[in-house]
């Protein structure tokens, strides 16, 4: 709590601090016995901060929107209520892009996140909050959200771990939802190990999600373990062809090279594969995103919860009227324009033109990636085209804002789990992310390698 006192006022990684909550429950865990605390897992007792977009019982949450300010919800996620069952205090919560939607935390309704490394620098979206507050030492863990980057991208350009479960692997019950078929709940640690022993304790089947996958424990930790006796031998790493070259920054491009031959050196069998449809992956997420979160967002409708505008007395008191004043004034231009994208995708005559050829494209790169991993226990390539921009850098042009996602969306359309870790430090100074993709439900796959790079 004292380095978060001391760190804010440059970093602005918190949109609330819960000092009281989490000191009672460091209270209560010391309070513990010896055996109870022998049963709860190794990270018992540690604090985490949680990206603003996971909903905290008795904690304002507000997915960095002025249409939430002041909500306090009466109810905990369900990953909250596993990481207080593992006793583990809640910091307090994160700064993000506005309901997650973009890649510099500069569309944040609170003020941009700046990135430890150099504060005239973004640290990456829409986690940024999350991954500064572990870049600075203000928290050694954090949850994040990751819907098309928001938890790998802003892990590269604070130099920190960011990991994507398989989708349906952690519970989204209580995660705003942004992208529903795409969204996944994450860790953000400053060890590949911190981020298994999380995805542990966060991860395992919820009857409350209906996309939840039904099955144990997977083996993270150890295989993380493993990773760090650095012998690779007999793993097979597929280089994707598209996702490195023209295009990513030539510091980025050669800390991915270097880490590309350490894997070797330990004994990795590296080979390049193609995933053809890779190219379109940017352009359909852009339609399926939007598609979902025009849908996901009228729930804020100044009816149920959050902010409520009323129109100007000349104007008729009508609850439509009520609402587009809300609307108007609760939500941001970002999230105004995929509102409005979203719409126009998924309105009568335009359907199947654009929804339905982007969910045909979505097809295509899970078939993609199936075919790599015929022949590849894991996918690698940057997790990032560049370090870490100057804010307002690419605020007037979302096309190149959105650019910062094409390594990081692939994994998100079909599902699969990937994670990204610090690769080194570009000739400007700042952090390159390594991105690692493992097959859907193999998530130990991509914890090995990853721990054997640190
Ligand atoms: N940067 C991406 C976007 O703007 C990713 C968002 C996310 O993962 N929440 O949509």
New binding site residues.
Partial sequence: LEVIEAAEPSINAFLHVSADEARAQADAFDAKSADEKAGLPELAGVPIAIKD?IVTKGIPTTAASKILEGWVPPYDATVIERLKAAGMPILGKTNL?EF????STEHSAFGPTRNPWDTDRVPG???GGSASAVAAFEAPLALG???????R?PGALTGTVGVKPTYGGVSRFGAIA??SS??QIGPVSRTVLDSALLQEIIGGHDRRDSTSIPEGPRPMAAAAREGLKRDLKGMKVGLVKELSGEGFQPGVQARFDEAVAKLTEMGAEVTEVSCPHFPYALGA??II?PSEVSSNLARYDGMRYGLRVMPPDDVPQTAANMMAYTREAGFGD?VKRRIILGTYALSAGYYDAWYGSAQKVRTLIIEDFNKAFETCDVLVSPTSPSTAFKFGEKMDDPLA??M??IA??PA?LAGMPAMSVPAGLSDDGLPVGFQLIAPQQRDEAMYKPAAALE
């Fill in positions: 977009m892009d997650a939607q973009g890649s979206g829409s986690g959200t990751d819907t098309g980057g928001s938890i991208q942004m992208a795409l969204d997420y852009y995103m970002e804002m959105y910062n996602d990081t969306i998100n």
